[in-house]
């Protein structure tokens, strides 16, 4: 079992900057995918960004430039910093952790950030 606690998320003006963290426990983090996903009212829930075990990371098109995905395993944690907010980057954000080899995802509860002026 893993545990994961969202933190960070809060209101700030377009073109600022917000960093969201996510803190593990329960289980052997590092051996995890870790993925920040989030979903905005009315749309689905997308993923936003993902850094592998190893350190891979892959972005969605839509933040590529303006977010950036680490982990800390030392710390038990994954960040996403996120610079040059726009409205649109609106949603609540979620973190995901990911065993691949037996599919096995834990969710955390969420964290709301909202880009208005």
């Known amino acids: 079992q893993v545990q994961l606690v969202e933190s960070g998320g809060g209101l700030v003006q377009p073109g600022g900057s917000l960093r969201l963290s996510c803190a593990a426990s329960?289980?052997?983090?590092?051996?995890?995918?870790m993925r920040w996903y989030r979903q905005a009212p009315g749309k689905q829930r997308e993923l936003v960004a993902a850094i592998t075990s190893g350190g891979t990371t892959v972005y969605a098109d839509s933040v590529k430039g303006r977010f950036t995905i680490s982990r800390e395993n030392a710390k038990n944690t994954v960040y996403l910093q996120m610079n040059s907010l726009k409205p649109e980057d609106t949603a609540v954000y979620y973190c995901n952790a990911y065993y691949s080899p037996t599919g096995t995802n834990y969710w955390g509860q969420g964290t709301q950030v909202t880009v208005s002026s």
């Open positions: 329960g289980s052997i983090f590092s051996i995890y995918a």
